[in-house]
């Protein structure tokens, strides 16, 4: 029996903020098929080290680059994660003198602070500019026919 499709006009107003509200989300999270393949493997993939990554940089003209300034910006963004918890955690402690307190502050500086500091490096390295999930991907096409031997 074919599944009925109704008309934009006849559904109502929640009905069809609903379905662009899902049908926006869809496209933005279609990158996880791209990682299905690699992360719903009945073997996992070996581990890869920093030289194995600077051998993909040095290999790939388009991906590489790319990929190196994703690297970068995980840097900042433990930076801030690590200036946002520190600070955070500290001013809770000098005004309230409480264990919890401090330390849910920690928890909640460190995710702002890794949050600050990914959007700096966004910006200062121009990842806007830059398509990273693709490198990312190449990265790791590259890494499974490595280290299957198929280089």
């Known amino acids: 029996m074919a599944e009925k499709v109704e008309d934009p006009s006849s559904q109502s107003f929640v009905r069809r ?13 279609s990158f996880l098929n791209n990682y299905s393949r690699f992360t719903k493997r009945d073997k996992p993939l070996p581990s890869w080290s920093s030289s194995d990554v600077e051998e993909f940089i040095a290999s790939d003209p388009v991906h590489g680059p790319t990929l190196k300034a994703a690297r970068k910006a995980s840097n900042y963004g433990l930076v801030g994660s690590v200036i946002g918890a520190v600070s955070t955690a500290g001013v809770s402690w000098k005004y309230s003198k409480s264990l919890h307190g401090a330390g849910l502050s920690f928890l909640a500086g460190g995710v702002f602070g890794w949050t600050f500091g990914q959007e700096i490096a966004n910006h200062s390295l121009q990842l806007y500019r830059l398509d990273t999930m693709a490198a990312q991907v190449k990265f790791m096409e590259w890494w499974e026919k490595k280290s299957e031997g198929r280089s």
């Open 17 to 29: 903020h609903w379905e662009g509200y899902k049908e926006f989300w869809a496209e933005r999270f």
